[in-house]
């Protein structure tokens, strides 16, 4: 009977807390609205020592920048790759340390991956990369909200011509110039070190002067960011590539 007798005040303390509402994750940019012509090439997987220096006089050539995403990996093999991309003018970011998917939404593993790759990347004395993006576009929750956490903004892609898997010249060539507008964001690979880039460089031949001649700025996704008047945000996972 004395439980009965017990302060409301008690009571209420041993009833079960709410839990608090979920964080809402941070969102993948896949595209920026903006009033200006320009378009960022962005090339994952590498450095790559054979063919990133191509990449880098190709772009040079037409004045153009780009957003490289490093693998942990790859730029432990190759920091002079990496200060010759700063010194060309290109912008470096952080594509994780082993290209991990994490279709687990482990925030804990995405943490180790994006630190492990940050370090690979300033060990080259370069400045700390503030641009993630997710390998394969994989990424729930918790493991956005891990990579925001540490300072870094998450970044997809409105164009994937599927270089990275064996296509044509002209089937890059196609769908780049097919989907190009204002405001998009290119992804296309200079690594890894096993996989050919040649059908890659061979399209970046015929789109750089083509779209400059459409009055496009090539950009690197930093400069694309300050241009933009807003943000388009979906999710970044892969859909099947059309038949051209």
């Known amino acids: 009977m004395h439980l009965l007798a017990l302060p409301l005040c008690t009571v209420a303390a041993l009833s079960p807390v709410a839990p608090a509402p979920p964080q809402t994750a941070p969102p993948v940019v896949q595209r920026v609205l903006t009033s200006e012509r320009r378009i960022a090439f962005t090339f994952d997987d590498g450095p790559n020592e054979q063919y990133t220096p191509q990449f880098i006089a190709l772009l040079q ?8 995403f490093l693998i942990g990996t790859e730029a432990t093999k190759n920091p002079a790759m990496i200060r ?3 010194a060309a003018g290109m912008e470096i970011a952080n594509h994780g340390m082993r290209h991990l998917y994490l279709r687990s ?3 804990e593993a995405a943490l180790a991956e994006v630190r492990a790759g940050e370090q690979a990347i300033v060990s080259a004395n370069v400045p700390r990369p503030t641009l993630y993006r997710l390998p394969g576009g994989i990424g729930g929750p918790r493991v956005r909200q891990a990579v925001a956490s540490l ?4 970044v997809g892609w409105s164009i994937d011509p599927r270089d990275s898997m064996n296509v044509s010249t002209a089937k890059i060539v196609r769908v780049i110039r097919e989907q190009a507008a204002p405001g998009a964001i290119v992804l296309m690979h200079d690594g890894p070190p096993t996989a050919a880039r040649l059908p890659t460089l061979a399209a970046l031949r015929t789109l750089l002067p083509e ?3 459409q009055g496009y700025t090539i950009c690197s996704v930093g400069e694309l960011l300050r241009s933009a008047r807003s943000f388009s945000y979906r999710e970044t996972r892969r859909a099947p590539l059309p038949m051209m």
Do not use: E, I, N, W
Request: aromatic letters at 14%; a positive charge.
């Open 84 to 86: 010759q991309l700063r």
């Open 105 to 107: 939404d482990d925030g």
């Open 61 to 68: 050539r037409y004045g153009a920048h780009a957003t490289f």
């Open 151 to 154: 300072g870094y903004r998450l």
């Open 211 to 213: 779209l400059k001649a």
